[in-house]
């Protein structure tokens, strides 16, 4: 296993704000207290602003540099002068892991998260879609070509879904909490048959979300035949996170091993995963953990 990371992810200060640098400071605390090797994780691939049109619209790459530029804080997202390279930065993590994956499971331990950015927009603490990125890059540069994206963050990925929905080469399985009930507060339809979102009542438990996922991602594989398992991994659907509106009830931390599992065990196609959300800093280093020893 690779874990794919930059200190620079530390530096975009975002305060007192739910996505902030404590989350990857107790992921690697964890990782290190079990066994990973914290000196040798992998350095993010360098991306220039060119390589971003794969996935962004120019337009979108000008706002966000603007943003930067001028420190703004939009909705819920905070821009310093340095969070248009770092979340460059992120991307290229995410690529790095893609390209790992042809050989060994890879984790992109990232900030920002990018999972809620399309093509012409950025919200929700993403700027640029990192696993979005990772994956056209990937695609273009001919080492796969059908890729089943996994989503089991607690919010819909409507970014993602922004940006891959009628491609022929993508499938996106989401799992998350009914949008009305939480961020994004409103239900992005799914237009395209590569494109499955899974509903989660508010009440879920770990028996049921288990039950559900392994459902859903045996068929998505089934049918779909991926070359890669692409995963966006976010940790907020433990039951305690609740500053971002969880209302799941993931209360077994041993859940995070047995979502990994049933993506490793399923099937022997290449994966890979990249950091999106997770913010109970209490538990997020353990819940990592308990997912990635599943890959070990």
């Keep these: 296993m690779e874990i794919v990371y930059s200190n620079n992810f530390l530096l ?20 290190d207290k079990n066994g990973f090797d914290i000196q040798n994780f992998r350095l ?14 120019e337009e979108h790459i000008k706002k966000l540099k603007y943003c930067s530029k001028q420190s703004l804080t939009l909705g819920d997202n905070v821009f310093h002068e340095n969070t248009f390279d770092i979340a460059l930065e992120a ?18 331990l990232v900030r920002p998260p990018g999972h809620h950015a399309g093509k012409d927009f950025f919200e929700g603490f993403c700027y640029l879609n990192n696993i979005a990125y990772a994956i056209k890059r990937s695609i273009a540069d001919k080492d796969f070509s059908k890729v089943l994206i996994l989503d089991f963050d607690v919010h819909h990925g409507q970014g993602t879904q922004d940006i891959f929905s009628f ?11 009914d949008p009305l009930t939480i961020y994004p507060h409103k239900y992005y339809a799914a237009k395209s048959k590569n494109i499955r979102n899974v509903i989660l009542k508010p009440g879920t438990d770990d028996k049921t979300y288990l039950e559900i996922l392994r459902k859903n991602f045996l068929e998505c ?20 996170d609740e500053m971002v509106g969880n209302k799941l009830q993931i209360k077994n931390q041993e859940t995070f091993y047995e979502i990994g599992k049933i993506i490793n065990e399923s099937t022997g196609t290449k994966k890979f995963a990249v950091l999106e959300g997770g913010y109970f800093l209490e538990t997020l280093g353990q819940n990592v953990f308990n997912f990635l020893k599943a890959f070990i």
């Design 167 to 177: 491609d022929p080469n993508v499938f996106y399985l989401s799992l998350h909490q």
């Design 12 to 31: 975009h200060e975002t305060g007192n704000h739910p996505e902030n640098k404590e989350r990857l400071i107790s992921i690697i605390d964890s990782l």
């Design 44 to 57: 993010p691939l360098k991306t220039k602003e060119e390589d971003i049109l794969l996935v962004h619209s």
């Design 91 to 108: 991307c290229g993590a995410a690529l790095k892991a893609a390209k790992v994956s042809k050989r060994d499971f890879a984790f992109a």
């Design 221 to 240: 594989v089934d049918s779909f035949n991926p070359e890669v398992i692409a995963i966006s991994a976010g940790f907020d659907i433990y039951y305690k």
